[in-house]
């Protein structure tokens, strides 16, 4: 079942800035510009800018997702959307 919070498209706006559309047509931004990137070794290739940008919404998958399969919740992202939230 498809959920309102699934994210359908990803738009790189800056170095660490990421445009999110959602199933219901809610759009948002997130800043990811002073984010702790070192969680572990799935998250550290994402302080390289041109990885970062290489960031997708692989087909049937409900959320944003970059190559080495690093994704963010898509509740959580919709979460810090609709609060205006940046992730400093």
């Known amino acids: 079942?498809?959920?309102?919070?699934q994210v359908t498209h990803v738009?790189?706006?800056g170095a660490k800035k990421l445009g999110l559309r959602f199933l219901d047509g809610f759009e948002?931004?997130?800043?990811f510009t002073g984010w702790d990137f070192d969680l572990g070794p799935m998250s550290q290739p994402l302080q390289d800018d041109q990885f970062?940008?290489?960031v997708s919404v692989p087909?049937?998958?409900p959320t944003i997702q970059?190559?080495?399969?690093?994704d963010v919740c898509p509740d959580v992202l919709r979460e810090w959307c609709q609060?205006?939230?940046?992730l400093v």
Do not use: H, R, S, T
């Open 1 to 5: 079942m498809m959920e309102p919070q």
């Open 11 to 13: 738009y790189v706006l």
């Open 28 to 31: 948002g931004i997130v800043d």
């Open 52 to 54: 970062f940008q290489k």
């Open 59 to 61: 087909d049937g998958y």
């Open 66 to 70: 970059w190559p080495n399969g690093f």
């Open 83 to 86: 609060g205006g939230k940046a």
